[in-house]
């Protein structure tokens, strides 16, 4: 079983913080890129964050200051801190990791994690 497991979801007031937890199932060194993504309810599903194998991350314009994408390789886990939380970032969050299997790539999704934020 490849698929990553989310954690770390719940409810929280604007301002406030939560960290999310992907725990990656296998090999980190097969692995090109983990995220995380989020979707609310009639949206489509969004980038939130990356991070790749060399540890560069990118973020969505609407997290940048708030998130941080970090990973810890020894624990086979990715995270997302989100501090300054605001009521728009309400979503299921999903983590999504991308291996490299043979000259392919695969995504794996997790089942996510609901964060919801009250004003």
């Known amino acids: 079983q490849m698929q990553p497991v989310e954690s770390g979801g719940g409810l929280v007031q604007a301002g406030g913080s939560l960290r999310l937890s992907c725990a990656v199932p296998?090999?980190?060194?097969?692995?090109?890129?983990m995220g995380w993504y989020r979707q609310a309810p009639g949206n489509q599903r969004e980038l939130v964050a990356t991070?790749?194998?060399?540890?560069?991350?990118t973020y969505a314009d609407s997290v940048k200051g708030r998130f941080t994408i970090s990973r810890d390789n020894a624990k086979n886990t990715v995270y997302l801190q989100m501090n300054s939380l605001k009521p728009e970032d309400t979503a299921a969050y999903y983590c999504n990791v991308k291996r490299k299997v043979l000259s392919a790539q695969i995504d794996y999704w997790g089942q996510g994690t609901q964060v919801t934020v009250s004003s």
């Open positions: 296998g090999s980190m060194f097969s692995i090109n890129a």
């Open positions: 991070i790749t194998s060399g540890g560069t991350t």
